[in-house]
């Protein structure tokens, strides 16, 4: 085979011999789904990829546009970095989505704030129940340490890493990889302060659907969690699809659920009033 690519022309019909095969992660281009939810047409689908165990993907989305994760396997981590997509300086503030709701546990009628006091994403379905918004991403370090190796190049890499890809296609460096939230593999603290980890493996099929309330990038590292306590790198795999939708009406029921949901919600609103 060394020999036959040696050649251009054979490499080149090698090359073109790949277009059709179809790889278990990778995204589907023109995007095509058959089980999208009811009322939502194959015309508004933005996005269809399954993000392979220590893989990454990003994309801008706009205002009103859906988000559904699965965990396929019950075994992935979606590491999240959320961006304002026009002023990427403002960004997810994991402090402050806890602390603005009263809430350190994400599910169903929770939102992701950024550090304007704005509404970047809701949560509108959530049958995982298993989230973390305390611990962040790991790292090169933490995995040199627990698996040997912590090489982006490397058999293990790690969710901080993966981001640096991510937003180096937006023009973005390291400064702006910030404290992400980790969707499917959870946490819980306990009375003394103490953090329990809650990693499964789970039920497979497990889903997040989110309601983008700004236009933002996403950027999704699915690398084991940091605090994983199994000795083996082990990550499942992770579907996302988008779709468009309508902007958040004002009756909308997360929009209304509480007083700071409703003040985080006309932070966003004003932010289009121009």
């Not at 497979?204 to 309330?213: A, M, N, T, Y």
């Not at 699809?241 to 919600?265: C, L, N």
Request: net charge neutral.
């Amino acid at each position: 085979m060394k020999q036959t690519l040696a050649d251009p022309k054979a490499a080149r019909e090698h090359a073109r011999a790949q277009a059709n095969r179809r790889m278990e992660a990778m995204p589907i281009l023109p995007p095509v789904a058959d089980d999208l939810p009811e009322g939502v047409a194959q015309d508004d689908l933005l996005w269809e990829e399954t993000i392979a165990g220590g893989g990454y993907a990003t994309r801008r989305m706009n205002r009103g546009a859906r988000l559904r994760l699965i965990d396929l396997k019950g075994d992935a981590c979606a590491s999240m970095l959320i961006f304002n997509a026009e002023m990427p300086s403002e960004r997810l503030n994991v402090a402050d989505t806890a602390k603005v709701q009263w809430n350190g546990y994400l599910g169903e009628g929770k939102l992701l704030l950024s550090d304007m006091g704005r509404v970047l994403m809701s949560i509108l379905g959530d049958t995982a129940g298993t989230h973390d918004l305390f611990c962040g991403a790991s790292n090169p370090a933490t995995n040199e340490a627990k698996y040997g190796d912590g090489r982006n190049s490397g058999a293990y890499p790690s969710a901080r890493d993966r981001f640096m890809l991510g937003v180096g296609k937006h023009g973005l460096t390291a400064r702006d990889v910030h404290p992400c939230v980790n969707f499917f593999k959870g946490t819980r603290i306990e009375p003394d302060g103490a953090i329990t980890p809650l990693i499964g493996p789970f039920e497979p099929e497990r889903e997040v659907i989110l309601r983008c309330e700004m236009d933002v990038l996403v950027v999704i590292a699915n690398c084991p969690h940091v605090l994983d306590p199994r000795s083996a790198w082990k990550t499942g795999r992770l579907r996302a699809t988008a779709w468009r939708g309508p902007i958040t009406p004002a009756d909308d029921p997360v929009r209304g659920s509480t007083p700071e949901a409703m003040r985080a919600f006309l932070n966003s609103e004003d932010y289009y009033r121009r």
